[in-house]
Nanobody, 120 residues
Framework: QVQLVESGGGLVQAGGSLGLSCAASGSFLTINAMAWYRQAPGKQRELVAT???????NYADSAKGRFTISRDNAKNTVYLQMNSLKPEDTAVYYCNTEAVNRWGARLNYWGQGTQVTVSS
């Protein structure tokens, strides 16, 4: 079992910055890809950014140039630095990861979510 604990959400004015972090703990052999998703009220959950264990990244068009995903493999932690925030970035942000357990099974886990609110 893997637990993902997120932190760093909050309220910020448009144009401001916020940093999110998500730490994985529990019983696993390795953490593979890690990602951030978000879900705004009345909308489907959408992918924001992903990062592989080797550090390769991918971003949604809405995040390119403004958000940066990174990770610390030693700490099993993924980060999301969000700059030039817009009101449309307001959402609950979720951490997601694929972990390999001791039996070699790849399992997918979600964090509890952290609210990001951008005021205009």
């Amino acid at each position: 079992q893997v637990q993902l604990v997120e932190s760093g959400g909050g309220l910020v004015q448009a144009g401001g910055s916020l940093g999110l972090s998500c730490a994985a703990s529990g019983s696993f052999l390795t953490i593979n890809a890690m990602a951030w998703y978000r879900q705004a009220p009345g909308k489907q959950r959408e992918l924001v950014a992903t990062i592989t264990s080797g550090g390769s990244t991918n971003y949604a068009d809405s995040a390119k140039g403004r958000f940066t995903i990174s990770r610390d493999n030693a700490k099993n932690t993924v980060y999301l630095q969000m700059n030039s925030l817009k009101p449309e970035d307001t959402a609950v942000y979720y951490c997601n990861t694929e972990a390999v357990n001791r039996w070699g099974a790849r399992l997918n886990y979600w964090g509890q979510g952290t609210q990001v609110t951008v005021s205009s």
